[in-house]
């Protein structure tokens, strides 16, 4: 039955490039593994590795080396895409958030062994991370996730056993894999990628990026994966924005920079905030309010946490001090920075290119997402 159920999981979650898009060489006069030069223009700055996971399989990573950099984001790209599509995309990203950044496939992405699974994903994650600590020396708290789409099920997996991460990025995530397909209210056993009941766990800021209009994994994943976030950072809601674009947009490369500006900032390690205090979500200046600006039309305030709304089932008189101290809450929050401006989704679509135009024409060119593969197999289904 388990296995029957993976498969099936299987074959809604996976879509890896048919063809890859990549082969793997090796340099006749370095030595080193490098991707066939009909796909990318080979940097001296990346390394491209095979690392064995605790599954069996055999994956390929890249490891892009920034020296001016303090900090490292570990990649898990989404959907129908590969690293040999990713390559630009992440060197471009390394250079731009001045980080060092490490991409892998899944199994059976690319030229990993092996087939894709959720479990699967979670071993490849495992292996990547343990390359960057055996390899590169990074530490646990210098380790940012990044995880789209998919990804994010890798991502907050391991983010789950990592209390001294130092933040998360989920771009269009998703709240499980079976919630994209039905708005079902509870969660299933034979449910993969059960976000929503990983991501209280995560005690670092954690930055969600999602377009509003998302036709394949729907705006709500999102915001209510960022209403669960214990350390809630500012969040991305690109208006207009879809499922394949998002990098496209002005504002998505501005406010990367900014997250790691104040993930710089924080110290390793840093404490939970004090249940008696209000859930406030992190800005630019690393808990430092700024002045008010204008809020963005899908920007939320911070919601009371877990445990302050479980408070509410108190006696009568609790739930009126209860009241009293929502209302301080409220007035607290007024005076909290509203970060980011209005958008404009004409003009940020016209003025993209502008803004980043290398990495945009190389986010079109990949197409990280294969929707009518998914409406097909969902019919076949």
Avoid at 315 to 340: F, M, P, Q, V, W
Wanted: glycine share 6%; with cysteine.
């Amino acid at each position: 039955m388990g296995t029957a159920t993976s498969s099936m999981a299987a074959k809604f979650a996976f879509f890896p490039p048919n063809p890859p898009s990549y082969t793997i060489l090796v340099d006749e006069e370095t030595g080193k593994l490098r991707l066939s030069s009909d796909v990318v223009y080979q940097r001296d700055n990346v390394d491209i590795l095979k690392l064995c996971t605790k599954k069996g399989n055999e994956i390929v990573a890249m490891y892009v080396k920034n020296p001016s950099a303090s900090l490292t984001v570990l990649y898990s790209h989404g959907n129908a895409a590969d690293i040999g599509q990713m390559y630009h995309i992440l060197t471009e990203l390394s250079s731009h958030l001045n980080v060092n950044l490490m991409g892998y496939d899944y199994s059976g992405y690319g030229q990993s062994s092996g087939k894709p699974s959720e479990h699967d994903t979670y071993s490849d994650i495992e292996a990547a991370y343990k390359c960057l600590e055996e390899t590169y020396g990074v530490k646990e708290e210098d380790t940012i996730l990044y995880g789209q789409s998919v990804g994010s099920g890798p991502a907050l997996e391991l983010a789950t056993h990592l209390p001294g991460l130092r933040a998360v990025i989920l771009h269009s995530p998703i709240l499980s894999g079976l919630r994209v397909m039905y708005p079902i209210k509870k969660t299933f056993w034979f449910d993969i990628y059960k976000n929503i009941d990983k991501i209280p766990l995560v005690n670092c800021p954690v930055l969600v990026i999602h377009g509003t209009e998302d036709e394949v994994v729907n705006f709500s994943h999102g915001k209510q994966l960022w209403e669960l976030c214990k350390e809630k950072y500012e969040p991305l809601w690109l208006k207009g924005g879809n499922h394949c674009n998002l990098e496209l947009y002005p504002e998505y490369l501005k406010h990367l920079k900014k997250f790691i500006s104040a993930i710089e900032k924080l110290p390793p390690h840093v404490s939970e905030q004090s249940t008696d205090q209000p859930e406030q979500p992190l800005n630019a200046a690393g808990y430092k309010a700024e002045k008010p600006r204008p809020s963005t039309d899908y920007k939320e305030k911070a919601r009371p946490s877990f445990g302050q709304r479980e408070k509410s089932r108190l006696s009568t008189d609790n739930r009126e001090k209860a009241r009293a101290s929502t209302d301080k809450r409220e007035r607290t929050r007024k005076s909290i920075d509203r970060l980011g401006k209005a958008r404009n989704s004409t003009d940020q679509q016209e003025k993209a290119r502008n803004s980043f135009d290398r990495l945009g024409d190389m986010v079109r060119s990949v197409g990280l997402c294969n929707v009518d593969c998914l409406k097909q197999t969902a019919a076949e289904a």
